[in-house]
């Protein structure tokens, strides 16, 4: 089992066809956040920084428990949940004119403002989940 550290909300898997990707997605507070990131050192986790920007990460170092510091690596990489995996999530809420990189100033003013949020992502174990088209609104909305 895997515990990626994120600073965007991203849900990346490989699949066969016909294979399903279950996510869950929930809004946490700091506190959650560092009980959880503690829980997967202590249970030996795999641990994967795909954390992309270095501001983020010396914003992270400054305001989490410095038992963290060693996993908040700079690392732009590709990964792939697979079922079980976790990620921790910390991303500004605020979006940029273009795709760029807060400062660490930047990022110490959203978080102040509330532009800022922790997040856990699982990739669910759920084979018996159904994806049926006619469950889904746009049904409705493309016949009314």
Not at 72 to 91: C, H, S
Not at 114 to 121: L, Q, R, V
């Amino acid at each position: 089992m895997k515990l990626f550290l994120l600073n965007a909300l991203i849900t990346p898997f490989e699949a066969e066809m016909e294979e399903y990707a279950l996510f869950s997605i929930q809004k946490i507070e700091q506190e959650k956040f560092e009980n959880i990131f503690r829980d997967a050192i202590e249970n030996d986790f795999e641990i994967v920084s795909a954390l992309g920007h270095k501001s983020t990460i010396n914003f992270l170092k400054e305001i989490l428990s410095d038992e963290f510091s060693d996993h908040l690596k700079f690392n732009r990489q590709t990964i792939n949940f697979e079922e079980g995996d976790l990620a921790l999530v910390f991303r500004i809420t605020e979006r940029g004119e273009k795709i760029q990189e807060w400062s660490v100033e930047d990022i110490k003013k959203y978080h102040k403002e509330g532009k800022t949020e922790f997040m856990i992502i699982s990739r669910t174990f759920a084979p018996d989940a159904i994806f049926d088209l006619n469950n889904f609104l746009y049904k409705e909305a493309k016949n009314g």
